[in-house]
């Protein structure tokens, strides 16, 4: 029971960790918080609106890919630490099983942003 809660919190730590690490990694470079300098690193700078919407909506997605990938390794982790208690074994099959589900889903939702994008890129040319 105590290795279980040293597990879960040390696999909290980790995960923070590894999302902050790229947050440190760059804290020298941006001196001021600002809107400005936020729309910047995130590519929003002088895009026009289409890009705007393309590159939050690619933002949001890449996270929550993330998100799901996260979900399968705790997945495994609640499955590799399940001892034997088919308890455990099932909410790990049905976590897993929930997140493979919602990665397919972003999958189908980046095609079809993609798909969309192009369709009207094409349409909207100036010819």
Do not use: C
Request: hydrophobic share 60%; charged share 10%; no cysteine.
């Amino acid at each position: 029971m105590r290795l279980q809660k040293f597990a879960k919190v040390a696999l909290v730590v980790g995960s923070l960790a590894a999302v902050a690490m790229p947050l440190a990694t760059h804290a020298g470079t941006v001196t001021t918080f600002s809107i400005e300098s936020v729309g910047s690193q995130l590519g929003l700078g002088n895009a026009d609106l289409k890009q705007t919407v393309l590159n939050i909506i690619r933002l949001l997605l890449g996270l929550m890919t993330l998100i799901a990938v996260a979900l399968i390794i705790y997945g495994g982790f609640v499955w590799l630490t399940a001892a034997g208690n088919e308890e455990n074994v099932e909410k790990a099959k049905r976590i897993i099983s929930a997140a493979v589900i919602g990665l397919i889903v972003i999958l189908l939702a980046w095609a079809i942003v993609i798909f969309v994008a192009n369709t009207t890129a094409n349409v909207t040319a100036n010819t």
